[in-house]
């Protein structure tokens, strides 16, 4: 008889999610799922309301990736007034966009995923977590404590504090950068590079324990997605698109983002309210691509910092016929990234221009659509706004990371279960692997669904088939 195995919750990883195995007739694995089980309507709820007031919203989706969802919206609302953003605000903008990145990547790296790395993981599970580091390797668990300090640092010391901050406005940003807080950032910035330098060093050394879990961690061919400035280098804020295939030839590149709906488009699955994006040209499902620190490292042609860009290289030299197709190594790109954020910050602090007064422009919207298009640290995130005449906002779609990455995290799954499932007695091993695919991918839950629907001026909870399942006047 089939049987079917349930993982929940998930640990370690944000949100709420779990993991369903299917096994056929004789034991075997049949299939695995991700089921995010959680639903938010940011897309519905913040229809009528103007779009001046979304970038504050939308930072409301998240505690961790607040930033990532207020640089996007910004976007699209600076499209919706029709404005040059002056440069000192483009400049603040990608500052605190660094220091965003930077705790985010020091939290799934140290946090969720070190406890796996350094114990290993068949550790007993009491062990792997924080502590369990904190007491086999201080000098670890304290550097990533450390860095995500520093990243939150930054973005208090930018923007007034560190968790939903509202400081990123349409136009630009709402207050200039306190030249007091110019030396205090660039103090710490050294401190930063020492402990991420520290990191890859333990990361590189580790690889050669976990050769099962580079070869079953989501390690098969797909096609990847990133941003990339003019001349193909990485860029989070003002990129343009760049797919490449699982052979590493581009298939599209520099591609306006405005025009992203030619290229991406969306599925439904009933067992899960996250949405399945996947490249258009293919077709569902066999359009399915990645996104994140690896896939922008694989798509990029290199970085403009000195540090990073050696890094990249190393990187690239893991598989130099082709992109690195394991998904494991989507840590190794987290701490590679936190260097270029790093030397980024330092290069912008030099830059007499982010002390200048003008800081935000301010208009009526001239314009009835806005798309805004940016890399959140878990991979590219997409803003798409329309509004009336009045500035209200009408109808909204979001298309965050981890939808992005949901096809492939459900054949990691699947390719992670058939190497260390074996019948209906789920090891601890096993469990903790499953998790640790998806904690390979980062995902942030929170940020991944948004589906309300309303009738007769009644909002209705949808299942991801459409089928009503509450509602309310």
Same mark, same amino acid.
């Given at each position: 008889?089939?049987?079917?195995?349930?993982?929940?919750?998930?640990?370690?990883?944000?949100?709420?999610?779990?993991?369903?195995?299917?096994?056929?007739?004789?034991?075997?694995?049949?299939?695995?799922?991700?089921?995010?089980?959680?639903?938010?309507?940011?897309?519905?709820?913040?229809?009528?309301?103007?779009?001046?007031?979304?970038?504050?919203?939308?930072?409301?989706?998240?505690?961790?990736?607040?930033?990532?969802?207020?640089?996007?919206?910004?976007?699209?609302?600076?499209?919706?007034?029709?404005?040059?953003?002056?440069?000192?605000?483009?400049?603040?903008?990608?500052?605190?966009?660094? &220091?965003?990145? /930077?705790?985010?990547? *020091? %939290?799934? =790296? +140290?946090?969720? !995923?070190?406890?796996?790395?350094?114990?290993?993981?068949?550790?007993?599970?009491?062990?792997?977590?924080?502590?369990?580091?904190?007491?086999?390797?201080?000098?670890?668990?304290?550097?990533?404590?450390?860095?995500?300090?520093?990243?939150?640092?930054?973005?208090?010391?930018?923007?007034?504090?560190?968790?939903?901050?509202?400081?990123?406005?349409?136009?630009?940003?709402?207050?200039?950068?306190?030249?007091?807080?110019?030396?205090?950032?660039?103090?710490?910035?050294?401190? &930063?590079?020492? /402990?991420?330098?520290? *990191? %890859?060093? =333990? +990361?590189?050394? !580790?690889?050669?324990?976990?050769?099962?879990?580079?070869?079953?961690?989501?390690?098969?061919?797909?096609?990847?997605?990133?941003?990339?400035?003019?001349?193909?280098?990485?860029?989070?804020?003002?990129?343009?698109?760049?797919?490449?295939?699982?052979?590493?030839?581009?298939?599209?590149?520099?591609?306006?983002?405005?025009?992203?709906?030619?290229?991406?488009?969306?599925?439904?699955?009933?067992?899960?309210?996250?949405?399945?994006?996947?490249?258009?040209?293919?077709?569902?499902?066999?359009?399915?691509?990645?996104?994140?620190?690896?896939?922008?490292?694989?798509?990029?042609?290199?970085?403009?910092?000195?540090?990073?860009?050696?890094?990249?290289?190393?990187?690239?030299?893991?598989?130099?016929?082709?992109?690195?197709?394991?998904?494991?190594?989507?840590?190794?790109?987290?701490?590679?990234?936190?260097?270029?954020?790093?030397?980024?910050?330092?290069?912008?602090?030099?830059?007499?221009?982010?002390?200048?007064?003008?800081?935000?422009?301010?208009?009526?919207?001239?314009?009835?659509?806005?798309?805004?298009?940016?890399?959140?640290?878990?991979?590219?995130?997409?803003?798409?706004?329309?509004?009336?005449?009045?500035?209200?906002?009408?109808?909204?779609?979001?298309?965050?990371?981890?939808?992005?990455?949901?096809?492939?995290?459900?054949?990691?799954?699947?390719?992670?279960?058939?190497?260390?499932?074996?019948?209906?007695?789920?090891?601890?091993?096993?469990?903790?692997?499953?998790?640790?695919?998806?904690?390979?991918?980062?995902?942030?839950?929170?940020?991944?669904?948004?589906?309300?629907?309303?009738?007769?001026?009644?909002?209705?909870?949808?299942?991801?088939?459409?089928?009503?399942?509450?509602?309310?006047?």
């Amino acid at each position: 008889m089939a049987q079917q195995v349930v993982i929940e919750p998930i640990s370690r990883i944000e949100g709420h999610g779990k993991i369903t195995i299917q096994l056929d007739e004789q034991g075997q694995v049949a299939d695995a799922r991700l089921h995010v089980t959680q639903l938010r309507g940011f897309e519905k709820f913040c229809e009528g309301r103007p779009f001046t007031e979304m970038v504050s919203l939308v930072e409301r989706i998240c505690g961790i990736c607040p930033i990532s969802h207020s640089m996007a919206s910004s976007k699209a609302c600076d499209q919706i007034m029709g404005v040059r953003v002056p440069d000192a605000a483009l400049k603040l903008r990608k500052m605190i966009n660094f &220091g965003a990145f /930077i705790q985010s990547h *020091a %939290l799934s =790296f +140290f946090y969720l !995923s070190s406890p796996d790395l350094l114990l290993g993981m068949d550790a007993e599970p009491e062990q792997r977590n924080i502590f369990g580091v904190l007491k086999a390797d201080p000098v670890l668990a304290n550097d990533g404590i450390r860095l995500r300090q520093i990243g939150q640092q930054v973005v208090e010391w930018l923007a007034g504090k560190r968790i939903h901050p509202s400081w990123v406005v349409p136009g630009g940003v709402n207050k200039p950068f306190n030249a007091v807080f110019k030396d205090d950032i660039q103090a710490i910035l050294p401190e &930063g590079v020492e /402990i991420v330098q520290r *990191a %890859l060093a =333990f +990361f590189k050394q !580790s690889t050669s324990k976990f050769d099962d879990e580079i070869r079953t961690f989501a390690n098969f061919p797909s096609y990847f997605l990133g941003l990339v400035d003019r001349n193909g280098m990485l860029e989070y804020v003002d990129g343009r698109l760049r797919f490449i295939d699982a052979a590493g030839d581009t298939v599209v590149d520099q591609v306006d983002p405005s025009r992203y709906q030619e290229y991406v488009a969306e599925a439904v699955e009933t067992y899960s309210y996250l949405k399945s994006p996947y490249y258009k040209p293919l077709g569902y499902p066999e359009g399915m691509y990645r996104v994140g620190p690896a896939a922008r490292l694989n798509v990029c042609s290199g970085i403009t910092t000195p540090l990073a860009h050696a890094e990249w290289a190393e990187f690239r030299n893991l598989a130099p016929k082709g992109p690195v197709l394991s998904s494991f190594f989507n840590h190794h790109a987290r701490l590679i990234e936190m260097l270029y954020g790093l030397e980024m910050l330092d290069r912008l602090l030099r830059d007499e221009d982010i002390l200048d007064q003008n800081i935000r422009a301010i208009a009526e919207p001239n314009f009835q659509e806005g798309i805004g298009v940016v890399e959140a640290p878990r991979g590219t995130l997409f803003h798409h706004y329309k509004v009336d005449g009045n500035g209200l906002m009408t109808w909204l779609n979001l298309i965050v990371a981890t939808g992005n990455n949901n096809l492939a995290m459900n054949r990691g799954l699947l390719q992670v279960a058939k190497h260390f499932v074996h019948g209906d007695k789920l090891t601890d091993s096993a469990t903790n692997r499953l998790q640790a695919v998806i904690r390979a991918f980062d995902p942030c839950l929170s940020c991944s669904t948004h589906c309300l629907g309303t009738k007769g001026g009644v909002i209705q909870l949808l299942a991801a088939d459409g089928e009503v399942l509450d509602e309310a006047g």
